[in-house]
């Protein structure tokens, strides 16, 4: 198991100014933000350099489809620089959803790291939000980014656009019961038991409803799960690549889902995790209605 670098190295990445001592470093967690990329050429150097400077041992994954646009080679580059940064490259556009299965099994298998973030490359989730995810993660095993807790935070979005996730949001809710005003955002921190939990392998969706899938898995099984708000701003550069059949894909996956409530009773959450936050999930008592496949 690669261990994650407890440390950027000395020369070639010196410490930005303000930077944690090491014994501060050492008490924090070990942080792993997976990010899937396909053609970010544009925004994603900046994006790691500003993740880099977050006060938290934090490593970072690209997970790239073989961008034409360079995107690869240009997190190759800064990679040769600083251990902290990690490249999956993938053969070609195999699809958003595979990209974070791809970056969670690199997670778990290559690293020790204890939270795993997953977020967008295009700006449109902001580094400095990271720490308030780290706080409500000490009671928490997955905290959900939300564009719809506090009103609606959603910055320059066409009004269509904002109509389609605020109504698939609605019709996520009540169709699967998950009780959550965000479940298809991509912006969000799991604990890696959370992770290993899941039937990483189960899930085909590649675009929305990919989010809601691990959501939805993680609340079956009872982890305790938050949703905390953030600002969604546009992306700052580059093209989305959401389409029509990831809208399509999202109806049929919600209803997938939704009637696989009605073979169980609904889930329970667990007791609150002890603020130390070092209780074993593995050592919970199974409840009723609980840890069905998801
Ligand atoms: N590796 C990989 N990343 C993808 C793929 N599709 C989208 N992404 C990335 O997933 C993130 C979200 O996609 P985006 O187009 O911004 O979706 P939107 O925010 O819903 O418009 C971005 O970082 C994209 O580069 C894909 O097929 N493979
Ligand atoms: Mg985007």
């Given at each position: ?149 506090n009103g609606v935070t959603v910055v320059n979005w066409p009004l269509k656009r904002l109509f ?100 169980r009773s609904l889930p329970r959450p667990r007791a609150p995790r002890p603020l130390n936050g ?17």
């Open positions: 198991m690669t261990q994650l670098a407890d440390a950027p190295r000395a020369v070639r990445n010196p410490a930005p100014a303000g930077a944690m001592a090491p014994a501060e470093a050492a008490a924090r967690h070990k942080c792993l933000v997976v990010i899937p990329t396909y053609n970010e050429r544009e925004t994603i150097g900046e994006l790691i350099s500003q993740l880099l400077v977050v006060p938290e041992r934090l490593e970072i994954l690209v997970v790239d489809d073989a961008s034409p646009d360079g995107t690869a080679e240009l997190v190759k580059a800064l990679a040769q620089d600083d251990r902290r940064i990690h490249l999956l490259e993938r053969e070609g556009k195999l699809g958003l959803g595979s990209a974070y299965v791809a970056g969670f099994h690199y997670a778990l298998a290559k690293t020790d790291t204890e939270f795993v973030f997953q977020m967008d490359a295009d700006f449109s989730h902001d580094p400095a939000a990271i720490p308030e995810f780290l706080a409500a993660m000490e009671e928490d095993d997955l905290v959900l980014g939300s564009r719809y807790l389609l996730s605020y109504g698939a949001n609605l019709y996520t809710r009540i169709i699967t019961r998950l009780p959550f005003k965000d479940a298809t955002g991509g912006f969000k921190c799991f604990r890696r038991e959370v992770l290993a939990a899941l039937d990483l392998d189960g899930i085909h969706s590649d675009g929305y409803s990919f989010q809601i899938e691990t959501t939805y898995q993680a609340w079956r099984r009872g982890f305790r799960i938050r949703e905390i708000p953030i600002i969604f701003v546009e992306r700052r550069a580059g093209v989305s690549k959401m389409n029509r059949r990831i809208v399509w894909e999202a109806i049929f996956v919600v209803w997938r889902l939704g009637l696989a409530n009605l073979l070092s209780a074993p999930l593995g050592s919970a008592p199974p409840r009723a209605g609980v840890g069905g496949a998801g």
